[in-house]
């Protein structure tokens, strides 16, 4: 089984497992991850933003316009910045690092 790593808000590395078909918001709620999700994955709000690892990003698919048009909304956006519901696990993700922003 893939595993991923996520780095929390207080700099805590937490490594888990990560099933592939998985959503990184739905495995984020497996572990008890603090990454919200109030739309439930529907690409209605940007809370589970997170920033993608940068050696990782490039092993993502691109982001779709209406990701990008959610990310606009999201505090502390960074150049890697995606929103997890969008991150779909797969084996070629073992070892995905992201990390929770700050909150404002």
């Given at each position: 089984?893939?595993?991923?790593?996520?780095?929390?808000?207080?700099?805590?590395?937490?490594?888990?497992?990560?099933?592939?078909?998985?959503?990184?918001?739905?495995?984020?709620?497996?572990?008890?991850?603090?990454?919200?999700?109030?739309?439930?994955?529907?690409?209605?709000?940007?809370?589970?933003?997170?920033?993608?690892?940068?050696?990782?990003?490039p092993?993502?698919?691109?982001?779709?316009?209406?990701?990008?048009?959610?990310?606009?909304?999201?505090?502390?956006?960074?150049?890697?910045?995606?929103?997890?519901?969008?991150i779909?696990?797969?084996?070629?993700?073992?070892?995905?690092?992201?990390?929770?922003?700050?909150?404002?």
């Amino acid at each position: 089984m893939p595993h991923m790593v996520f780095i929390e808000r207080d700099g805590t590395r937490r490594e888990v497992d990560a099933p592939a078909g998985l959503s990184v918001l739905e495995i984020a709620h497996k572990h008890d991850i603090d990454l919200e999700g109030a739309c439930e994955g529907s690409l209605a709000c940007a809370t589970c933003h997170v920033i993608v690892d940068p050696e990782w990003a490039p092993k993502l698919a691109s982001p779709t316009d209406d990701e990008e048009d959610m990310l606009d909304l999201a505090f502390g956006l960074e150049k890697t910045s995606r929103l997890g519901c969008q991150i779909v696990m797969t084996d070629a993700l073992d070892g995905l690092v992201v990390r929770l922003p700050h909150t404002a």
